[in-house]
């Protein structure tokens, strides 16, 4: 069964950073994409970063980028996601998720989900 486990999240005042780890187990194959989503109260959820796995690309949406970095680390199984430069609107429960059969790295199309790690940035 397919785990996805994310930490890091927090509370952090405005231009600080956050690092979030989401570490995946019990799989047999390599997924083909992993991603962050966030969702805000009241707000859809919105892909925020996704890492293609065989060849590293990294997508952003546009209000992350030059903030955010998505990376991975094959042997210990887990993507990251670097915060730097945070801001009030960054506040929201931010998602891993895994495996994506169809749809662009933002559909939200994935298979496998974590439950979520909130972050709440202060002005």
């Known amino acids: 069964q397919v785990q996805l486990v994310e930490s890091g999240g927090g509370s952090v005042q405005a231009g600080g950073s956050l690092r979030l780890s989401c570490a995946a187990s019990g799989y047999t194959y390599i997924f083909n994409y992993m991603g962050w989503f966030r969702q805000a109260p009241g707000k859809e959820r919105e892909g925020v970063a996704a890492?293609?796995?065989?060849?590293?690309?990294?997508y952003y949406t546009n209000s992350v980028k030059g903030r955010f970095t998505i990376s991975q680390d094959n042997a210990k199984n887990t993507v990251y996601l670097q915060m730097n430069s945070l801001k009030p609107e960054d506040s929201a429960m931010y998602y891993c998720?895994?495996?994506?059969?169809?749809?662009?790295?933002?559909?939200?199309?994935?298979?496998?989900w974590g439950q979520g790690t909130q972050v709440t940035v202060s002005s």
């Open positions: 890492i293609y796995t065989s060849s590293g690309s990294t």
């Open positions: 998720a895994a495996d994506l059969p169809y749809g662009t790295w933002s559909s939200g199309t994935y298979n496998y």
